[in-house]
């Protein structure tokens, strides 16, 4: 079941590496491409469709296996997080009419850097509804969302699971991210672009700001040109693992398995055998 929040949209294959029908392998796939890329989506809103997965699967005697790197979705399934925070329609409202006006985004963006300055250098300032929500969430709860998230991570979840994830030397892990970006491109990621455009996804939706797609669209539009776009890419990408790595380092859940110089084979071969030490029958 796939993990990861960009996978969900439809027509975004190239650039979010959505497996191919080859790749699955006639291996079931959950929650891919179930979205349209216009639709916004949350954390909490993955969980409740993650969870009637799950429970078919376990239902049938199966272990689930979630894949992606989006950390607060893994967290959505096994630590219960603040989805239950209030939530305040006026103010949403209010801040809503500030987007809307002159400078309104960049001026959303500014009061957010004040309040919660790590979750601003995550956020575009076109990303008005994330960024809307992370001010609304600091106001109702006095805390920023690094520290929610500690809260967070002293709970117990619903499920126990056994995380794992590939240890790669950060010179090799960027070497495969600049290689992966220009296969991409190969692939037909500008193409991948025009066609969302073209069938009038909001250059403002979440989906279009991901990795790949807003340094694209900038080079569209002359801003830059595609060479640029493509370093910006692979810069982006490097910055996101890094921040990845950041907070799968952070959780002492996750087991690390080394991956230089191995292959997908080997490194599931040793996920299987920690697993059998766990007491997990997999097939």
């Known amino acids: 079941m796939s993990c990861d929040s960009m996978q969900l949209y439809r027509g975004m294959d190239v650039g979010t590496a959505t497996p191919t029908e080859a790749e699955m392998g006639g291996v079931a796939h959950h929650l891919l ?6 639709e916004s989506f949350s954390a909490a809103a993955y969980r409740a469709r993650a969870i009637p997965v799950i429970e078919d699967i ?25 989805f239950a925070e209030p939530g305040d329609e006026a103010l949403r409202q209010a801040l809503q009419a500030v987007a809307d006006g002159p400078g309104g985004r960049r001026i959303l963006h500014d009061r957010l850097r004040a309040i919660d300055p790590d979750r601003a250098a995550r956020l575009h300032e076109n990303d008005v509804r994330r960024v809307i929500r992370a001010i609304e969430a600091h106001q109702l709860t006095g805390r920023t969302a690094g520290e929610r998230a500690a809260l967070d991570r002293e709970r117990e979840g619903d499920y126990r699971g056994l995380l794992f994830a590939p ?20 692939l037909g990621l500008p193409a991948e672009v025009d066609a969302l455009i073209a069938a009038g996804v909001p250059m403002t939706a979440t989906a279009m700001q991901a990795i ?27 910055r996101y693992a890094k921040r990845q790595l950041t907070w799968f380092y952070a959780d002492p859940r996750v087991q690390w398995v080394p991956a230089e110089e191995r292959s997908a084979q080997d490194i599931a071969r040793e996920i299987k055998e920690r697993l059998q030490v766990n007491g997990h029958s997999v097939g």
């Open 58 to 82: 376990r239902a049938r005697g199966r272990i689930p296996v979630l894949c992606g790197g989006t950390g607060l979705y893994v967290n959505a399934l096994t630590r219960p997080l603040g």
């Open 33 to 38: 491409n179930i979205l349209d890329p216009s």
């Open 212 to 238: 790949g797609y807003k340094e694209l669209i900038r080079a569209r539009e002359g801003f830059i040109t595609l060479d640029e776009a493509v370093g910006l890419i692979q810069q982006g990408t490097r």
């Open 167 to 186: 240890d790669w030397p950060r010179a090799t892990l960027y070497e495969r991210i600049d290689r992966r970006v220009m296969e991409m491109m190969h």
